[in-house]
């Protein structure tokens, strides 16, 4: 079975910076695509960011460009979100995404996974 647990989630004032994780289990996940979308109440579900197998391609939205950082661990099944300079408009659910089938650059411009956890709420107060 599948689970993809966030972490790392929580309020933080405009301008500041959070990382999220992301602990994968019941997958090859050196094999998978993983991702970040994130959906605020009301709104779509967004793409944030992805990367490839190995770490070398990274995608991000055009909103998150310059301030957000993906990056995997895979002998820790593990993927991480640095994100800086947040904003309002930031506040979301953040969740994670895997694909065993899908690149990195196809779930990008797709937006779509096998996978997914629960998410983690972050909250920029401005």
């Known amino acids: 079975q599948v689970q993809l647990v966030e972490s790392g989630g929580g309020l933080v004032q405009a301008g500041g910076s959070l990382t999220l994780s992301c602990a994968a289990s019941g997958l090859t996940f050196s094999r998978n695509a993983m991702g970040w979308f994130r959906q605020a109440p009301g709104k779509e579900r967004e793409f944030v960011s992805s990367?490839?197998?190995?770490?070398?391609?990274?995608f991000y939205a055009d909103s998150v460009k310059g301030r957000f950082t993906i990056s995997r661990d895979n002998a820790k099944n593990m993927v991480y979100l640095q994100m800086n300079s947040l904003a309002p408009e930031d506040t979301a659910n953040y969740y994670c995404?895997?694909?065993?089938?899908?690149?990195?650059?196809?779930?990008?411009?797709?937006?779509?996974?096998?996978?997914r956890g629960q998410g983690t709420q972050v909250t920029v107060s401005s």
């Open positions: 990367i490839s197998w190995s770490g070398e391609r990274t």
């Open positions: 995404a895997a694909s065993p089938t899908l690149a990195a650059y196809v779930m990008s411009v797709t937006g779509r996974y096998e996978y």
